[in-house]
């Protein structure tokens, strides 16, 4: 853990020039008169690795200097940021804690796999501009040397350029939330309300506030560590252990999506009513069979393959869960005494008729940092195929509307600002 000390210390603004290598540049000429943008603000970002769970990787992206990401205490570690789409970028700017890098480098992808440095400097404590031109998607700070013992620190990580805008729009109905890891209790407000200590271990994401006696009006009252910060809505799953110690995603995105039904449903896609609670998933299950709705999987291990339990990662990977909640509402209840009965599953591309208003569907993507040997796992409810998800809406009615009318029902992709 940094000292306090280091944490209130003021920053002071240092600039260090960047060792450009030409040959690894691919120079891309502005359109005429465009000043460069902020384009990494609120995009989806991952890290090798967070000192805790108060550090997590989106808070170099939140905009906000007061939160920081700060990695484990071992060389290298990484930083990466997705652009969304190919994008003209033109300045890098570093906010770096006391905790530096006495050396990294600054990489690009194409496809977040392969990768080419483009800058290679030297950190220090404070902000540090460095000036770059790629025409890239995936952007990374890779640390290389730590300047002090403890893991290396960024307050924010901002990549500046021209977003392209004479593109076509991507055809996607999304938008979603990074909502990193908040805190950890034996506690269900859906499944087991105001009854503290009643329920296996969850670890909460987004709404700081979160637990036992939580309702709509104390989430609404609450703070969020998404981004966006206006989504005050709460999601939770049970703890993961390995080898019996907790362990944290470091990736923790949460897509709301029109996918699964036609497109003349996507148009009539309807915002959560708010208040809504939705659970998906099987607790108890005592096996994989139908009931297991999410599925494990590895980050840049695709080879491996999908499954309903814990898959085998090779070393360097992630271990990966999908969960996707239902999307067909009954248009009265925000619940129902098995929590799952107002909701529903489209069938053939469409709402049952019991189930007859299209909402967002709801997908649950979290990233842990372990791999190898499954049998090292185990979920605070049991195997892997209990995996399961408890969502709380809490959305501000109008932000949420927006974005299901200008991102949903269009088929337009959006950021977590909700806009293309």
Request: glycine fraction near 8%; aromatic fraction near 8%.
């Amino acid at each position: 853990m940094i000292p306090t000390i280091r944490r209130w210390r003021r920053l002071v603004t240092a600039t260090t020039a960047a060792v450009l290598t030409a040959s690894a540049l691919t120079f891309v000429a502005s359109p005429a008169g465009a000043a460069p943008e902020l384009l990494s603000q609120g995009r989806p970002v991952t890290a090798s690795s967070t000192e805790n769970g108060g550090t997590p990787a989106s808070a170099a992206v939140d905009g906000n200097t007061g939160t920081r990401w700060s990695s484990a205490a071992a060389d290298p570690q990484w930083l990466r940021v997705d652009l969304g789409t190919s994008t003209a970028i033109s300045q890098v700017t570093l906010n770096w804690e006391n905790a530096y890098a006495r050396s990294f480098q600054l990489q690009t992808s194409a496809d977040g796999n392969a990768w080419t440095t483009i800058a290679t400097a030297s950190g220090n404590v404070g902000v540090q501009n460095l000036t770059v031109s790629a025409t890239t998607r995936y952007v990374r700070v890779h640390t290389t040397a730590r300047a002090t013992q403890y893991g290396v620190s960024l307050w924010e990580f901002q990549v500046f350029g021209v977003r392209n805008t004479s593109g076509p729009i991507v055809r996607v109905a999304e938008f979603l939330a990074e909502c990193p890891y908040s805190h950890r209790l034996p506690d269900d407000p859906i499944v087991a309300p105001n009854l503290p200590g009643a329920s296996h271990m969850h670890s909460f994401f987004g709404n700081r506030t979160t637990n036992a006696h939580s309702t709509t009006q104390s989430l609404l009252a609450g703070t969020s560590n998404c981004s966006p910060g206006v989504d005050l809505s709460s999601y939770w799953v049970p703890t993961l252990y390995a080898d019996n110690q907790p362990v944290e995603p470091t990736g923790t995105t949460f897509y709301y999506l029109g996918e699964g039904v036609r497109d003349d449903v996507i148009a009539r896609i309807q915002p959560f009513p708010l208040g809504l609670r939705v659970v998906a998933g099987n607790a108890k299950a005592t096996a994989p069979d139908a009931s297991t709705i999410a599925r494990w999987s590895c980050l840049h291990a695709g080879h491996v393959g999908a499954s309903k339990d814990f898959v085998n990662c090779p070393a360097g990977t992630m271990l990966e869960s999908y969960l996707d909640f239902p999307q067909c509402w009954n248009g009265r209840d925000l619940d129902s005494p098995d929590h799952k009965s107002h909701m529903a599953y489209p069938v053939n591309a469409d709402c049952p008729s019991t189930h007859p208003v299209p909402v967002p569907k709801l997908r649950q993507v979290l990233r842990y940092p372990v791999s190898g040997d499954p049998a090292r796992f185990r979920l605070a409810s049991g195997g892997g195929f209990t995996m399961h998800g408890d969502f709380f809406n809490a959305w501000p009615e109008a932000e949420l509307a927006r974005r299901v009318r200008d991102c949903i029902n269009p088929i337009i992709k959006c950021g977590a600002d909700g806009r293309p």
